[in-house]
Each structure stands twice: as C-alpha cells, then as structure tokens.
Nanobody, 124 residues
Framework: QVQLVESGGGLVQAGGSLSLSCAAS????????MGWFRQAPGKEREFVAS????????YYSDSVKGRFTISRANAKNTVYLLMNGLKPEDTAVYYC?????????????????WGQGTQVTVSS
C-alpha cells in the first residue's frame, strides 16, 4: 500500500521557519515528481513547490519563491519543504503529492498520490 506521510507542521510566529517532511512508503518514488500543495479554509488547493526525480529541477509558486526550498532524499524516499520568512497568509494545510512524470505541472489534479496533510499556522 502506497502511503505519503507528512510531518513538521505547527504554529509559528510571522517571520519564523518550519521544516516539513514527507515520507513515502509502499514503493520507491525516486523517479517521480514530488510536490507540495496547500489549502486554506474556503480556498482551492494551490501549488507550492515541486521537484523532479533527480532533484536537479525545482519549481515554486511566485508567492513562496525565495522563501521556501524543496529538496529530496531518494535513499530515504523522503521529500522536504523548508519554509523561511513565514507570513500569516502561508497558513494552510500542507499536502505532499507525487506523480510518475517529469513533465512540469502546477495542477493538483495531475498528481496521483497524496498525504493526509499537516497544518501550518502562522500568527501575526
């Protein structure tokens, strides 16, 4: 059974940092594109960042570029999201996702596997 399990969410003050992890199990994702998405109450799920299998190419939404860093450790079947300079508008449930393609897409509907999400709350 394939599972993605996020961890590392929590409550932080504006300007602070958090590091999210997503551990995959049930199969190897070394060739898959891994992504982070987030969803705030009443809003649609939105793209945050993605990284291809080799880790050599990454993509970021304009709202997090320069503040967030996505990385992966294929030997551990794990992807990370380091979030610096957090803002109250970053408050959301953060989801890890995977898709078996290197073709870039920001569309959450094109991702096959999903974690259960982890809450990130940034206080002002």
């Amino acid at each position: 059974q394939v599972q993605l399990v996020e961890s590392g969410g929590g409550l932080v003050q504006a300007g602070g940092s958090l590091s999210l992890s997503c551990a995959a199990s049930g199969r190897t994702f070394s060739g898959a594109t891994m992504g982070w998405f987030r969803q705030a109450p009443g809003k649609e799920r939105e793209f945050v960042a993605s990284i291809i299998g080799s880790g050599s190419v990454t993509y970021y939404s304009d709202s997090v570029k320069g503040r967030f860093t996505i990385s992966r450790a294929n030997a551990k079947n794990t992807v990370y999201l380091l979030m610096n300079g957090l803002k109250p508008e970053d408050t959301a449930v953060y989801y890890c996702a995977a898709r078996d393609s290197t073709y870039p897409t920001f569309d959450f509907k094109r991702y096959t596997y999903w974690g259960q999400g982890t809450q990130v709350t940034v206080s002002s």
